[in-house]
């Protein structure tokens, strides 16, 4: 009801991107057993939609009301749980779920909140919410300090995507194409911030203070190496 | 209006086993004070419930709308913060009391879903997030990776009393009967992992990954030991 | 619609100590960038509110419908981006902002509980939440065991500004002078905790129980130093 059927299969591939990248998180970060994968990939699929239709009170949120959201999360840990064997590394993988379901969930996330008419500055704020909040959560559960924390050019293309979304819905020319430029434009910012080193601008010889819960260098930062 | 009296009472026995379970974690973990005791307490004995009230938009939650949530939630951890200065070892009460709020609030959890006409997907995932959310949101305040990631027969037993639940409502012979035995179900699965061992199932060499923020080793995880 | 216009301006001044309060934790403890340091802020900011909102029902929260929420946890954030270069030590701004914020937010929280009805000891523990919600996600994404847990003298002061707001309410004498007189009874009570090393009642020996999950000594707990 809220969002097309073209922008139907855009956000329920989101989920699918986050619900792998969620998963191979777990892999890597702590080798989590079959439930544990599991979870961390429907955290990381569903959280940020669920906080946003919680923040516009439609409730129950979109995650409970129709069961491909679902369905796709735990499909996608699943293949990530079982394709993790042969990955020798991850950390490319993940970035580029991470990255496409950012982007996806960035526009999809402004759309529905322009629909609930809560006006310019709280749409750009909860698109931004719904593209980092299940990876938010994700990196809390294994004990990293939020990607949205340390990577400059994480929150940015998502902000960049919600304001091209909330852009082209104001001057009426919103629909699919708009859709996917947005997300694109967001998916290659990020993409390029992971590629030349950006998301690591902090100042000079802190690059250790980034380090994780975890003694395992292994175990840092999902999102924050190449 | 949700939950018979008796049921009532299960969900009320949850609270309290939460309340205690959730005192106990911090005496043991971080060896907090009473206000951190007690809010500890009120995390793990309240926040599954608020989180499943949040997500089928019953506002404000239970737990606001009556006093005894609160008010057991509290005793229970004051009692165990009185109560920990005899106990040499607080393992296996903690294993227990969080065994028992897991199959309360799972039967529970899934019930109140039910109610909501969620469809059985969301009505299983609500069950086993009501079981599991206190105790998560537990973990991550004392900077633990959560039981539910960590531990293989945890949310699995929450799994199967929601399932029993959610079976025993559709052939429409749900009753107390049918909740207890659901609960009861959850806790003989959850209490025969812990006894043989079987919620570490992680591969293998890799028991230290699983350790807490804190490097003190008595501060790591309240539920994965016997 | 929920509180005069005298006591929008105390809300509003909470929510620009605390933008300001997330952003020099930010910079103090993990020298985050700049979209880290005003994402802490924002975080530290309208986060108890939103969980306010969410628990009564108000939904959108007020965060998403008045624009100068948001403006001002962006304008206090990005000030304290900006002095932090000339500021030595943090720790007593860090201190005095979490304090200011966690004064009015007790009060305002408890306002706003009370107008949806919710008897006492709801609207007493949603004052409190407010007050140290925002605070409580901040710390837990900077991986530290929230203040909440780890300082006696952080949600008792809350508690009595709370109590002190909702027995005035109840005895027809609530104002500007009462929410004023139940802020500052906060604001006192806290700050002669935190100068009295009132905040760290544990057990003798522990104090290094209580770090952070970073071992730089620089990053452990953002509020619990003179």
Redo the contacts between chains.
Sequence with gaps: MYIDPPLLVLDLTGTFAFGLNGALT?VRA???????VV??GMVTALGGG?IRD????A???A???D?RY??LAVAGALIAFVLSKWLDRLEMPIIVFDAIGLSVFAVIGTVKAAE?E??I??AL??GVVTAVGGG?IRD???????T?????L???PALVAAAVTIITIHFGVYGVPAALGAAAACFVIRMLGVRYGLNL???PG?GR???S????PD?SGPADRQ
């Design positions: 777990a702590t080798r989590l057993d079959l439930i544990g979870t961390l669920i919680l923040c516009i009170g409730t129950p949120p995650t409970f009301r069961w679902f369905a609930f809560l006006g500055a709280p704020l909860l938010t809390m559960m294994v004990m990293q300090i939020p949205v924390l340390r990577s400059e994480y929150a940015l601008p902090g100042p802190d203070r980034w380090g819960a975890n003694a395992d175990a």
